[in-house]
């Protein structure tokens, strides 16, 4: 069955930096644009970016353009999300979901597969 986890999450400083991966199972990752998202305690989940399947083209949210970069390794069946010059506002619990469709877009329901998510605390 089709199955994400993710790993790599933590505590950190702010400024500090932290690699989230995927690990997946079940289908074959060259076939799918994956993305990553993040729920704030009180806040509801949102898209941080995705990768498409095609040709590894990248789209991130506003809030971690330049400080975010999302990769994948069809071979290894890993998505990755590293993350740079952190800030508390980046605390979350993080996510990996499987896109329905080729096209890059961070719409909730547009995914069909999600891993149960990790926790990610940035403070000092």
């Known amino acids: 069955q089709v199955q994400l986890v993710e790993s790599g999450g933590g505590l950190v400083q702010p400024g500090g930096s932290l690699t989230l991966s995927c690990a997946v199972s079940?289908?074959?990752?060259?076939?799918?644009?994956m993305g990553w998202f993040r729920q704030a305690p009180g806040k509801e989940r949102e898209g941080v970016s995705c990768?498409?399947?095609?040709?590894?083209?990248?789209y991130y949210t506003d809030s971690v353009k330049g400080r975010f970069t999302i990769s994948r390794d069809n071979a290894k069946r890993m998505v990755y999300l590293q993350m740079n010059s952190l800030k508390p506002e980046d605390t979350a619990t993080y996510y990996c979901?499987?896109?329905?469709?080729?096209?890059?877009?961070?719409?909730?329901?547009?995914?069909?597969?999600w891993g149960p998510g990790i926790q990610v605390t940035v403070s000092s």
């Open positions: 079940g289908f074959t990752l060259d076939y799918y644009t």
């Open positions: 990768i498409s399947a095609s040709d590894s083209s990248t």
């Open positions: 979901a499987r896109k329905l469709g080729v096209r890059l877009a961070l719409e909730l329901d547009m995914y069909d597969y």
